[in-house]
C-alpha cells in the first residue's frame, strides 16, 4: 500500500506546526486525596478540561494490544499505539499465544536452548511479577516446567525485583510461587531447578536508553559471576532488605544466593541463558552485555572471565539493531506508521524529551524502529535525564525540555513535532504523593508555555498522555495508605488547542476511542485525509 496521503477535503491546516505533548503517566481518575493529578494546582490543565474541544481516550487493555482490559496501559504500548494509528497485538498478547500454541518450544532457539541446558545449566533471567508490563511470571513457569519436562535439571532463575508494575513490597509473594514450582519440579526428576540471583529493578540490569549503564553492570556481574550479598535463600534476602531500608522492591540492591559460601548459580562456558522479558527498552542493554563479543561498555572481566553463553530473548527488542540475535517470539510487526506517511509528504518535524523518555517518542513512536526514518525531515532531541530516584528532583527535566519545545516551534522549521513530559510517571513511580503533587504543578506550567508558543505560532497543540500513573499514589485498606507505584487502569485526558479554530470541525469521538484515534486526528489537523486502515479520526468536519 502507497504511503502518500490524499488533501483533506475541507481543511488546509493552520499556519503554524501541530504539536502532540504526551504528559506521561497523567491519567484521568475521580478527584481525591490519592489522586496527585487532582490535588495539584493546575490551572491550565483544568481549563484544558473544561473546554469543548476535549475528550477522554482509552489507554489500556485491548484498546493498546494487550491480552484483556484487566491490562494497564504502559509507555510502549500506548506510544506504539499514537504513532501507528491502529491497534497491534503486542508482545504480552504474543507470547500467550506462542506458549499456549506451543509453537515457541518449536523453535530452533528454545531446542538449542534445552541442548544446551541438558550439557550444562539453563538460566531464566527477568522481572519477577505479574504486571505484565515487561514480563509476566506465568511465562516464566511455563518455560521452567516445559524445560524439566525435557530433560533440563540445571536450572538458574535470576530475578528482578518489580515493585514498579505491581504492588511496592509483593516481591515475597512471586518468590513463593516460584519455590513453589522449583519444588515441585525438584522432587518429579530430582532436578536442581534454583533462585541463584537477583535485585530491584531500578537498581540492576534494567537500564534502559542507556541512561546509567553502571545498573546494567551490576546486574551482570550479579546474575553472572556471583558478585552481590550473599544469603541462603531469596525470600531471606529480601527480608533483611526490607528491615534493613524502608525501599520499596524495585530499588532493592544486587543479592547471591549461597551455599556454604559459594554462590549456586555462576553462568559458565556452555550454559544457555534466556532472558524472559518480553518488552525493549529495558532489555536491549543487558542483551548486549550477554551476546555481543566486542562489547565495551564495562568490563565484564572484571571479576572472572566472560563466559560463553548461548543467549536469546523471549522477543526480539530491537529489529534495525537485531539485539538480540537470538529470539523466541517474533515481535510485533508495526508498518505503515504515521511518521512513516509524514515523511513520504515531506513533513518536517521535531520529537524530543529527556533521556528516560527519549525512546518513547522516537524508538516506541516509529513502531520500534531505531533512529531516523528521514534524517533530511526530522530532528530528534534528548535532554539527559539525572540518575536520580525522582521524588528528589520532581522538576527532572520539564523545563529544559519546554524551553527548547517552545524553540522549536518558534523556528518556523517544523510543521509536526511531539514531546514527552516525564513527571506524571516517573515521580508517580515512586509512590511519593507530595513529590507526584509538585510534579503536576510544573507539568501545568510547561504546558502553558507551549500553550503560548502555538498561539503565537497559530499552530495546534494536541494534549494527552499515554496511560495513568500519577492519577492514583495510594490504595486505602483498613485504614492503612498502601503507596501505589503502578500504572493504572485510567482514561486520559485529550484536548485541543487550536488558537486559530473557527468551527471547521468538532470533536466527533467513537464510543471506543482510544489512543490509536490520536494519528488520524493529527493527520487531518495536518490538512491531509487519514489512510483507510487507521482507526478513525476523532474530528468531525462540516
Ligand atoms: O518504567 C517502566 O519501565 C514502565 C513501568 O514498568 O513505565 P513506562 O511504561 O511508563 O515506561
Ligand atoms: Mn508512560
Ligand atoms: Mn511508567
Redesign the pocket.
Known sequence: MSLSLKKHHSFAGRPGPVVIL?A??VGVAPAGPSNAVTEANTPTLDKLAKQTLYTELAAHGTAVGLPSDDDM???EV??NAIGAGRIFAQGAKLVNQAIASGEVYDTEVWQQAIQHGKANTLHLLGLHSDGNVHSHTQHLYALMQKAADQGVTECCIHILLDGRDVAARSALTYIEQTESLISKINAQYAANFRIASGGGRMEITMDRYEADWDMVRRGYHCHTHGVGVGFESAAQAVEAMYEASSKGDQYLPAFVIEKNGDPVGRMNDGDAVILFNFRGDRAIEISLAYERDDFAKFDRNEHRAHPSLFYAGMLQYDGDEMVPQQYLVNPPQIDRTMGEFLCAEKITSFAISETQ?YG?VTFFWNGNRSGYLDKSLETYIEIPSDNIEFNQAPAMKAYEITEKTVELIESGKFRFGRL?L?NG?MVGHTGDLAAAIKAMEVVDECVAKIIRAIERQGGVLLYT???G?ADIMYTEKDGVRHPKTS?TLSPVPFAIVDPLYAGEYQLSPPTDAGLTHIAATTINLLGFEAPEDYQPSLLRFS
Open positions: 504526551v506521561d503517566g496501559g504502559n509507555s500506548g506510544h523518555k518513547h514527552n516525564a510517571d498522555a499515554d496511560h500513573n500504572h
